[in-house]
């Protein structure tokens, strides 16, 4: 089993809709928890964090994190198809000294107008 | 433009050659980062510095692979002999405070 589960989509939907994207995990040590959003041949951008259990809003944005069952969810609202995208979740861990972020695989989304 | 910059943004080379890829990170972050990215998966933790100082270094990091950060300031990643499983996007990324910042990737393509 992977640490950081992700379903690769595609998901296609149309603009406005509201898009919700999850990630399972299995690792407790995870501290913080992401989402970056990844353009086509472009590097990752960071979107959202947070790293306590519940929900937090920027915009039409809301990532939710449940640490009790080990599941975090970005929502989009009104979604546009300027957010089409592949979207990741990651999550952080500290260990030994040393800090590094464990990805999903990210899903695709694509916003048809 | 003061976010994560790299260089070159795309290389082509022959299998065997040795490549050396350049990460500059954001001024005043410390942390730095260098990441792979293959089609269809999410980026995969490579190696970690603090300062100067390559605090961790992933098993993903064969003996063909060196990673510097001489000033603690830009950090170069080489590959030696590359094969064609080494075509990938190479990321950096730096933070401060934990929240990783990622440049834009250096594509590289292996014949």
């Known amino acids: 089993q992977k640490e950081v589960e992700q379903d690769p989509g595609p998901l296609s939907v149309p603009e406005g809709a509201i898009v919700s994207l999850n990630c399972t995990y299995s690792?407790?040590?995870?501290?913080?928890f992401m989402w970056y959003r990844q353009y086509s041949r472009k590097g990752p951008e960071l979107l959202m964090y947070t790293y306590s259990s519940g929900n937090k809003e920027d915009g039409r944005f809301t990532a939710q994190v449940d640490k009790s069952s080990k599941y975090i969810s970005l929502f989009i609202r009104d979604s546009q198809p300027s957010d089409s995208a592949t979207y990741l979740c990651?999550?952080?861990?500290?260990?030994?000294?040393?800090?590094?972020?464990?990805f999903g695989k990210g899903t695709k989304l694509t916003v048809n107008p | 433009d003061t976010g994560v910059s790299q260089n070159p943004r795309h290389k082509i080379t022959k299998r065997g050659q040795n490549v050396t890829f350049r990460c500059d990170p954001i001024s005043e972050h410390n942390r730095l980062y260098w990441y792979r990215q293959t089609l269809g998966q999410g980026p995969e933790f490579l190696t970690y510095f603090q300062n100067e100082a390559q605090l961790e270094k992933s098993r993903l990091l064969s003996d063909r692979f060196s990673a510097e950060r001489p000033k603690g300031s830009f950090s170069t990643l080489e590959i030696q002999r590359t094969e064609q499983g080494d075509s990938a996007m190479y990321l950096c990324?730096?933070?401060?405070?934990?929240?990783?910042?990622f440049g834009p990737g250096t594509r590289l393509t292996v014949t």
């Open positions: 690792n407790s040590a995870f501290q913080y």
């Open positions: 990651a999550m952080s861990v500290f260990q030994g000294g040393s800090e590094k972020l464990v």
């Open positions: 990324a730096s933070s401060t405070t934990g929240l990783q910042y």
